[in-house]
């Protein structure tokens, strides 16, 4: 199951009183500056008069993703058509590769930004781009994608948990661990030193990204491991990439508590993805490894976590080793509980988990886009402010001294 993603930036166009060119990467989840595309072929006077956005809300921003060679490679493609060979010469092509993301659109717009659509908060790479020409817009992308991925689980009789005493108490998917995703082996680990593998519905990947998680170089080394055999406690996980789309309701039946894995961990951004929105769809409770804050970041949402129930103390916590400790003591004290404890503790966290089901299919979706057009008008207002078409000019004086 998939989202039709052009569709979704169709509509978010139409819903605001302003007409956009639309940039948004193909297929999606790609981050190769040759699949930026435009949504559809725009006549060339809208791409010269027409503010450009560009939609960088499915993965999380990294303004240095990109080397230089690849920059410089991507215009030459761009501007092939009507430009000489003498022109990629020196200052043009430098001034122009100097636009980053905006090398894929037409740098002769009038205006002299660009939008940048994008999902995350508190976060200093917005103020990056912010600071290189780019006019951040916010909106909560996954929530609106999510929609769609889960929305049978609004109806399927198969999630009307009535009965509480589960086969194993945690439900845990863990498909990738490279990137961002480092932290997982670590996790991985702790879950086999605290002896609560026999608590957990999951399974491992040895292999992410052509490489071998022994031979993994971890980014941060707070999270080296010293096991070498995680493969012999986990059955292999064969999923694909597209599993996070869809929802398996055997699992939930079989599970009390969700561990859900995001995409960002070791960091301070807010990024929540459909990882983290797909056992609230399906009325599940969760514990939530993700950026210190992410459970705040829900609950401004209209969602509630469960601190009540469950020592939530951890989304406070920001050395990353520290808050994934104090994720696996909650887990292994909730697994040392008798069977009627866990019994009345899972009832109780059902009860919640249902309430946060109503709010994601009954309200969610008109938030995200009522905060998307706030935020697009005010970075309209900012767009009409710098309207002189000054790349253009710039462009044009240095292809003349070329």
Request: net charge negative.
């Amino acid at each position: 199951m998939s989202v039709p993603l052009d569709r979704l930036y169709h509509y978010l166009g139409d819903c605001v009183n302003h007409d956009l060119v639309i940039y948004r990467w193909t297929p999606h989840g790609s981050r190769k500056l040759e699949d930026l595309t435009p949504l559809t072929k725009y006549p060339e006077y809208q791409q010269y008069n027409n503010p450009m956005a560009i939609f960088h809300d499915q993965e999380p921003l990294d303004y240095n993703f990109y080397t230089q060679d690849q920059v410089q490679n991507q215009v030459k493609l761009v501007y092939a058509d009507w430009l000489v060979d003498h022109a990629f010469k020196d200052s043009a092509l430098e001034y122009i590769s100097r636009q980053h993301l905006r090398v894929v659109t037409d740098c002769a717009n009038q205006y002299d930004l660009t939008i940048l659509v994008h999902s995350e908060q508190c976060s200093w790479q917005v103020e990056h781009y912010s600071n290189k020409g780019f006019v951040p817009v916010y909106y909560w992308s996954h929530a609106v994608i999510a929609q769609d991925w889960f929305r049978y689980a609004k109806h399927d009789p198969e999630l009307n948990f009535k009965f509480f005493n589960f086969e194993q108490d945690f439900l845990i998917y863990n498909r990738a661990w490279s990137g961002t995703r480092e932290y997982r082996l670590s996790f991985v680990e702790k879950l086999i030193s605290n002896g609560l593998v026999k608590n957990c519905k999951t399974s491992f990947n040895p292999v992410d990204q052509n490489t071998h998680y022994t031979n993994h170089c971890f980014a941060n080394k707070k999270f080296n491991i010293q096991n070498q055999q995680l493969e012999n406690y986990f059955p292999l996980n064969t999923y694909s990439a597209n599993a996070s789309a869809d929802y398996c309701g055997l699992d939930y039946t079989a599970c009390g508590i969700e561990v859900v894995l995001e995409t960002l961990f070791d960091d301070n951004r807010w990024h929540l993805t459909e990882k983290t929105l797909r056992p609230i769809a399906c009325g599940k409770p969760f514990l939530l490894a993700a950026t210190p804050g992410s459970l705040q970041y829900l609950r401004n949402y209209g969602f509630e976590t469960f601190a009540e129930l469950i020592d939530e103390t951890y989304d406070t916590i920001t050395d990353s080793k520290s808050r994934l400790n104090a994720i696996v003591i909650e887990m292994k004290r909730i697994a040392a509980l008798d069977t009627d404890a866990k019994q009345v503790l899972y009832t109780k966290l059902h009860e919640i988990a249902q309430r946060n089901k109503q709010r994601f299919f009954n309200g969610l979706f008109d938030q995200v886009i009522e905060e998307y057009q706030t935020n697009l008008d005010q970075a309209m207002g900012v767009m009409q402010q710098h309207c002189t078409g000054k790349h253009r000019t710039a462009i044009r004086q240095l292809l003349q001294q070329n």
